[in-house]
């Protein structure tokens, strides 16, 4: 049997392989969109066969695919989960280095993807790398599953696969980034829910110079707009994500506390609006007849779809609503197997609280926790605040020690 510090050191043997195929699959295009995410399956499919596993890839549409892998025997157990799609580049010109250059230096992988997800990846990868030694060992499935989309909402990767029941385990851990600079790796365990909708209001046009013989659908849109901030109220949390709530609340006040005057910490327990975009008239000398406003209501946890479509009808007022998109608030319980040993071995690792909290925003991992009914959480390597920005990195020590978490974990859940 093998023990987790000779894993471990499975694992730290593997740095130079870890380095390289974290360069590599930042080398492989995958901006979403266009979404297509051939050139990072051609790299993961060659480490994976590499290993012994077989692959098998979905491909909903042409160019976005998903890739999926099993290793162990018996049932299915954990789920190793991650997207290989990043944001766009934007401007090259403001980037100080080559963006997919994959470059090692400073103690740092360079380039788009590297903290979301890519590096997550290279860890996922190296983990299963190890483990490979012990696959005779393991008596559940560890399955990889490795999506398209996630940028753009899942369409083709993890809604798709859910929504078709693709994929089947007891627990599964998303490698995003959850890295924090000051209580370090935190377990992501709870998401607020999301709400867009599309406000319409209409109105009469008339001369621009006799507004007052018109009905002004934009001074309609602004009076139902200005009512929202005493209805956007505090939630409270069921008991099983107190613990959760109150150490998200704690990770925001940390992030912003010089701008402690603008309750940041409301984004994790209080229902928000931001109004996201408005269309309205013709012309400066018309009274606008028309108005669309596009809203973002997020849910807090122990919130719900229904309650929150109440608070949009409370501020129309004649006005149509269009639903655009919805996604639950979800959590996992604290008490899972999957938390337990993640904090376990993470505190271990990387000598840290590992703290399990809940987030301000909403993530694949709803469509994974309603349609598996299992624990869920995102644990992996780099810093938020170098996601979707111009020169991004990680840390080479963030993706080494992620993939002995994952490597340790694994085998904890599976043997």
Excluded at 58 to 72: C, D, F, R, S, Y
Excluded at 154 to 180: D, F, V
Excluded at 286 to 294: G, L, M, R
Excluded at 377 to 390: I, T, W
Aim: aromatic letters at 6%.
């Amino acid at each position: 049997m093998a023990s987790l510090t000779y894993l471990s050191n499975r694992v730290e043997s593997l740095r130079l392989e870890l380095l390289n195929l974290a360069s590599n699959l930042i080398r492989a295009r995958s901006e979403n969109p266009p979404g297509d995410t051939l050139d990072v399956v051609n790299v993961i499919e060659d480490y994976l066969k590499a290993t012994g596993l077989s692959t098998r890839r979905i491909e909903p549409t042409k160019g976005h695919i998903n890739l999926m892998a099993e290793m162990g025997s018996g049932d299915y157990g954990l789920v190793l989960c991650g997207h290989m799609d990043t944001v766009p580049i934007g401007d090259l010109k403001r980037w100080s280095f080559d963006p997919f250059s994959g470059e090692v230096t400073g103690g740092r992988i360079l380039g788009r993807g590297a903290s979301d997800m890519k590096g997550g990846l290279a860890s996922i990868l190296t983990a299963v790398g190890a483990l490979a030694k012990f696959e005779t060992q393991l008596n559940k499935k560890i399955t990889i599953a490795l999506f398209c989309d996630e940028e753009t909402g899942g369409q083709y990767g993890s809604r798709w696969i859910t929504q078709n029941k693709l994929i089947k385990g007891e627990a599964m851990i998303i490698g995003e980034c959850s890295n924090h600079h000051k209580i370090g790796h935190a377990i992501i365990a709870g998401e607020r829910g999301a709400l867009w909708l599309r406000l319409r209001f209409d109105g009469t046009p008339h001369h621009g110079s006799r507004p007052m013989l018109g009905d002004n659908a934009i001074m309609h849109a602004i009076k139902a707009l200005s009512k929202a901030n005493p209805i956007l109220h505090k939630v409270k949390a069921p008991y099983e994500a107190t613990k959760l709530v109150r150490w998200g609340k704690r990770v925001v006040m940390e992030d912003y506390k010089d701008r402690k005057d603008l309750k940041p910490h409301y984004a994790i327990d209080h229902y928000t609006l931001n109004v996201g975009v408005i269309k309205g008239g013709t012309k400066a000398n018309i009274v606008a007849d028309s108005c669309e406003v596009d809203l973002d209501l997020r849910i807090p946890i122990g919130g719900s779809r229904e309650e929150a479509e109440e608070i949009m009808r409370r501020l129309v007022e004649g006005g149509k609503i269009e639903h655009i998109n919805y996604a639950p608030p979800s959590f996992t319980p604290l008490g899972s197997d999957l938390i337990r040993a993640l904090r376990k071995v993470s505190r271990s690792v990387f000598k840290e609280k590992t703290p399990a909290i809940c987030m301000t925003a909403t993530t694949d991992a709803h469509y994974l926790r309603s349609a598996l009914n299992i624990p869920v959480v995102s644990y992996g390597p780099g810093y938020k605040e170098v996601c979707h920005v111009y020169d991004e990195w990680v840390d080479i020590i963030d993706i080494l020690g992620c993939a002995k978490v994952y490597a340790q974990v694994a085998f904890i859940l599976s043997s």
